[in-house]
């Protein structure tokens, strides 16, 4: 088959064209069980210190929904050293920007500064990390603030974040995975500084956190630094993480929602996934690219340019959370899209199994296959670009598979899938059964 | 000291090359080797206004339809093309400009600037892609409106520019369907010229090498006569007025207030930038410090210092829950004002002079980022040494520097405040600080 040969011979070429990226890392573990990595980089003058602890908003403790994330806002609220908003205070007077989130599987903190001012940031990671200080005022201000960050992000806004916080609650079956991950304001306002100093106490130690410095920076000039701030705090005993896994789907799971602020109707729908060490995660990650990796894709051409149905359409794995490496759990392949006034969600599943049925059928061609490869190293290369985006992922490595070297060999992994394995995948994970779907359409005005 | 004063030493910034081609086309060429990407930036300086009032929303189709198609491409052939390279297009149409940002693994970068050219110098407008990009371009519009930021936004430009290019932001939906296909191809030709542009090229790239490239690629397309950009005169304003957009079941009130402002290029930028980090650009802000961690009133109170080409506003915005509506506008004018008749501590000022330059080199980590950065240069007139210099000027401001520049433009008494909200809610809070106009939607 000559086609076959010359298909072949432009795939060689462009493998050998493809530039690759190596991330240097330095990893190892302080005596009080801190994991820690350093990555050196030189095209910025720049260095990000993050820190990620293994407590994420999935395992909060039962019945105080939103606690994680209340409680990453009470770490800047003041530690031993560092009062109440100093701490950002120093990062900005020394020309830097922090943040902290809570995601899935870990809450992180960081600053991106220049990076001859990595010693303020260690200095200020390790103070929270030994001594968090916390008060009842600042407690109270804290739940005020994030009860207007739930009203901004979600009770205030059209569909209201419904492709995750809704999507996730109706999709799983064990509350880890099935509860508001932003929590009712009511329990938001429930709070006790108790809980605060426990939950510190419980999950907030060396032992269940990586430190990560990726910049312009040498590793053995900040080695000294990471021993001097960070080796006498002590560990704890964390407690094991409860059992999160989620059972089988049978059914197809349809949900009617009604919005009162938004003037479109929006459909949002999820399928389980495999675990990220099966065997078939490879095969998942590219056949999402293929469905709905960019505007060429199957899905986004059958919706939005052949049907006309849909205005937009996004999705991904750890859609909105994350990406495909940085979580520890089960997952869902999400999919979401802004559909026209006199259209129904259930066309769209309609064309949408009409697509699934085509790649579990028929498997996808050769171009789709080579084009899936090559979309994935460029998004891979994304979130190597910034020192945060690097940290990020080494981080996520080191606290999910203690081996942050793994990120020098994610790209070749995910070029020796074939077509028959993505075909596969289709087969046993693109099911109505396997789905959760959330119709959302405006209240009558 | 925990707190440093400035910053030890200067930032090395990356090599920047310019070079105009033959047809006009002002190629600027930055090695920013992070990753094996590289990011191209094509500007048109045809702002989302340009021509609004014989056919509003032209300039915003014209730019989104640029990518569904060519003279010898399909839509999906082109994003095909696109994927087979780990390639991304998009159009923005903003207040001075119309881009083309684009982006691949850099081993394809001659056929990243091919397509870029293509979609520049030859779109096709087909009939059934122009058809589809009005249904949905109405649509979205509709769709905005429910994005209580965005329609805060919107009626903050109407009030601040009114019958000027930058007082416009998206159509009426139903005024999209007189727009036609010729119409398109018409604004296209005239104001997509190589001679009205801009080529910003960012990342892993070797100067030389890539003139070459883009001269391969881009260097036959025809010079155009693109028509002057418009810029009528600012309307000004002789006091504070509030407009009211009622949003019935809003659970809290977007508050967007501010005044006017120069354009980029005034030397009034640097210290309104910086005067901006204190009141309400950075985390440890004055509004920040008030609002949020010491009353609770708000998630994240911000200002920006929104200065474009041919003029600006300073604005500062809140969203807070229904009860504190009135008292968090009390606040925020408290702190305008405060700034306007009291120094600034040395302490607040170092702080933010090095948060300033420090931040700009951040943008370093991102090939995009650092585009967009480049770009300012290019569409806001500024010099071409901004970068270099900027630490100097920035350094060099005093306290009195900045109280002059907040007693200019942080002027609510001439300028507007907008809220959106539950009007019946909220409506005896907001009465004692102005007149108000109600907007119903």
């Known amino acids: 088959m000559p086609c076959r040969v010359v298909a072949l011979l432009l795939a060689v070429a462009a493998v050998a064209s493809a530039k690759t990226v190596d991330v240097p890392v330095e990893y190892y573990r302080l005596p009080n069980g801190l994991k820690v990595v350093i990555s050196e980089a030189h095209t910025a003058p720049t260095v990000t210190v993050a820190v990620y602890y293994g407590i994420g908003f999935r395992v909060e403790p039962k019945g105080q929904t939103g606690f994680a994330h209340l409680f990453e806002h009470m770490m800047f609220q003041g530690s031993a050293n560092v009062k109440k908003m100093e701490h950002a205070k120093i990062v900005e007077a020394n020309g830097g920007v922090l943040n902290g989130s809570t995601r899935l599987d870990f809450t992180n903190y960081y600053e991106t500064l220049p990076s001859d001012r990595v010693e303020k940031a260690l200095f200020l990671e390790a103070d929270r990390m030994r001594s968090l200080e916390v008060s009842e005022e600042n407690l109270k201000n804290q739940q005020n603030v994030v009860s207007e960050e739930v009203r901004n992000n979600v009770l205030n806004q059209p569909y209201a974040l419904f492709e995750w916080l809704d999507l996730w609650v109706n999709a799983n079956q064990n509350w880890f995975n099935a509860h508001n991950f932003y929590g009712d304001l009511h329990d938001i306002e429930a709070a006790k500084i108790g809980d605060v100093r426990q939950f510190f106490k419980t999950y907030y130690a060396p032992n269940n956190a990586v430190l990560t410095i990726v910049g312009d920076v040498e590793p053995k000039a900040v080695k000294p630094m990471v021993q001097k701030y960070f080796t006498d705090i002590p560990l704890q005993s964390v407690p094991e993480r409860p059992d999160i896994n989620e059972p089988q789907q049978s059914e197809e799971k349809r949900v009617k929602q009604s919005d009162k602020l938004a003037n479109l109707p929006a459909l949002a729908f999820g399928y389980h996934l495999p675990d990220q060490e099966s065997a078939d995660y490879p095969a998942v990650v590219l056949l999402n690219l293929i469905v709905q990796g960019d505007d060429s894709s199957r899905l986004y051409q059958r919706l939005v340019k052949e049907k006309e149905i849909s205005l937009d359409w996004g999705g991904g794995i750890n859609f909105e959370l994350g990406n495909e490496f940085d979580y520890d759990g089960p997952m869902l392949l999400t999919s979401r899209t802004t559909y026209k006034a006199g259209h129904t969600g259930d066309e769209i599943l309609k064309e949408v199994d009409a697509v699934a049925r085509d790649v579990q059928e028929h498997g996808v061609t050769a171009k789709e296959l080579r084009d899936a490869k090559v979309r994935f190293r460029s998004n891979f290369y994304d979130q190597l670009e910034s020192t945060f985006g690097k940290a990020n992922l080494l981080a996520a490595l080191a606290l999910f598979h203690d081996d942050p070297s793994r990120i020098n060999r994610i790209v070749s992994a995910y070029e020796v899938v074939t077509a028959e394995q993505i075909q596969s995948a289709a087969k046993k994970y693109l099911l109505p059964t396997n789905r959760t779907a959330i119709d959302r359409v405006p209240e009558k005005k | ?441």
């Open chain 2, 1 to 441: 000291m925990l707190i440093a004063a400035f910053l030890a030493a200067a930032i090395h910034w990356p090599t920047i090359t310019e070079k105009k081609l033959e047809n006009g086309l002002t190629v600027v060429l930055v090695p920013l080797p992070n990753v094996p990407k590289v990011t191209a930036q094509l500007t048109f300086l045809a702002g989302r206004g340009t021509g609004y009032r014989e056919h509003p929303g032209m300039a915003q189709l014209a730019g989104r339809v640029l990518t569904e198609g060519t003279t010898s491409r399909t839509s999906k052939q082109l994003k095909e093309e696109l994927r087979s390279i780990g390639g991304s297009m998009n159009v923005t149409v903003d207040d001075d400009a119309t881009t083309i940002t684009a982006n691949a693994l850099s081993e394809f970068s001659p056929k990243l600037l091919a397509l870029l050219d293509d979609v520049a110098e030859h779109p096709a407008y087909p009939k059934s892609e122009v058809d589809l990009a009005k249904t949905n371009f109405a649509q979205e519009i509709e769709e905005q409106r429910s994005q209580p930021d965005f329609v805060a936004n919107e009626q903050f430009e109407k009030a601040m520019f009114g019958r000027h290019p930058y007082g416009f932001v998206v159509p009426e939906p139903s005024a999209i369907a007189g727009i036609t296909r010729e119409g398109l191809k018409q604004f296209a030709a005239s104001h997509y010229a190589p001679n009205n542009a801009h080529l910003i090229v960012v990342g892993d790239l070797q100067p030389e090498a890539m003139l070459e490239e883009v001269h391969k690629a881009l260097g036959a397309w025809k010079r155009g006569t693109a028509p002057p950009l418009e810029s009528p005169p600012l309307p000004r304003r002789e006091k504070r007025q509030i407009y009211f957009v009622d949003r019935p079941g809003s659970v809290q009130s977007t508050i967007v207030m501010g005044a006017a402002a120069p354009p980029r290029k005034s030397p009034d930028y640097i210290p309104l930038r910086t005067a901006n980090m204190i009141l309400g650009g950075s985390f440890y802000s004055r509004l920040m410090l008030n609002i949020r961690e010491n009353k609770g009133y708000t998630y994240s109170p911000f200002s920006v210092a929104d200065l474009r080409r041919r003029a600006g506003t300073f604005w500062t915005s809140a969203s807070v829950r229904n009860e504190v509506t009135g008292p968090t506008i009390l606040e925020m004018l408290y702190e305008l004002d405060r700034m306007r008749v009291l120094p600034v501590t040395k302490e607040e000022l170092d702080s933010a002079k090095t948060y300033s330059i420090g931040t700009l080199a951040l943008e370093m980590e991102s090939q995009a980022g650092f585009a967009n950065r480049i770009n300012t240069i290019y569409t806001y007139q500024l010099p071409r040494n901004f970068l270099v210099t900027f630490d100097e000027k920035v350094n060099a401001l005093k306290p009195d520097d900045i109280q002059k520049s907040a007693a200019t433009y942080f002027d609510t008494y001439r300028g507007a405040i907008v809220i959106v909200g539950d009007y019946t809610k909220v409506k005896d809070q907001i009465a004692p600080f102005g007149d108000v106009t109600l907007i119903k939607r």
